[in-house]
T-cell receptor, first 111, second 116 residues
Framework: DAKTTQPNSMESNEEEPVHLPCNHS???????IHWYRQLPSQGPEYVIH???SNVNNRMASLAIAEDRKSSTLILHRATLRDAAVYYC????????????FGKGTLLTVNP | SAVISQKPSRDICQRGTSLTIQCQVD?????MFWYRQQPGQSLTLIAT?????????ESGFVIDKFPISRPNLTFSTLTVSNMSPEDSSIYLC?????????????FGEGSRLTVL
């Protein structure tokens, strides 16, 4: 599996935007970029995913570099509930939904 | 989406015993996976639970230690055999369905095992 690199931790203030970076320089042409987050004492939950174009949904936005070697998850207005570990994961295209988790980024949101 | 129920949610076990964790999904799903999350660590995939056939294990995990069953499209079990304190972890069931076009996986709340 292609690897991703994320900062170990980041800090943000409530109601401010948060940009969570992810490097994936060995990404292949068929790899999807997935983001999950894990709130304290819960299982991971899906946030967003993309292939080449930027994506928006009700939770976040995903900005993908033109060469696809990096991406950024954007939380437009952080809330205390967004404090979690955020995982950037590359998933091979096709019917195999298997995910390989890295260490992720621990996001702390200050009130 | 898929709602996943795991039992037990937590347990304290004695060294040398075995424990079976159940994963029940509220709808038929294509894929089921079992993950382990050791204290303070990320998730590690144990195996893919295959309906009606033997599970597919990841490197470092073997059937004798982690036997898995998947009798139908909504249910799976993971047994942690001959437990030692190193098996103290959260074990999570995860499912995927071809009905969504996102390829997302849904996760249960996890089963927290403490081995004494």
């Amino acid at each position: 599996d292609a690897k991703t690199t994320q900062p170990n931790s980041m800090e943000s203030n409530e109601e401010e935007p948060v940009h969570l970076p992810c490097n994936h320089s060995t990404i292949s042409g068929t790899d999807y970029i997935h983001w999950y987050r894990q709130l304290p004492s819960q299982g991971p939950e899906y946030v967003i995913h993309g292939l080449t174009s930027n994506v928006n949904n009700r939770m976040a936005s995903l900005a993908i570099a033109e060469d696809r070697k990096s991406s950024t998850l954007i939380l437009h207005r952080a809330t205390l509930r967004d404090a979690a570990v955020y995982y950037c994961i590359l998933r091979s295209g096709g019917s195999n939904y298997k995910l390989t988790f890295g260490k992720g980024t621990l996001l702390t949101v200050n009130p | 989406s898929a709602v996943i129920s795991q039992k037990p949610s937590r347990d304290i076990c004695q060294r040398g015993t075995s424990l079976t964790i159940q994963c029940q999904v509220d709808s038929q799903v294509t894929m089921m996976f079992w993950y382990r999350q050791q204290p303070g660590q990320s998730l590690t995939l144990i195996a893919t639970a295959n309906q009606g056939s033997e599970a597919t294990y990841e490197s470092g995990f073997v059937i004798d230690k982690f036997p898995i069953s998947r009798p139908n499209l909504t249910f799976s079990t993971l047994t942690v055999s001959n437990m030692s304190p190193e098996d103290s972890s959260i074990y999570l069931c995860s499912v995927g369905t071809a009905k969504t076009n996102t390829g997302e996986l849904f996760f249960g709340e996890g089963s927290r095992l403490t081995v004494l």
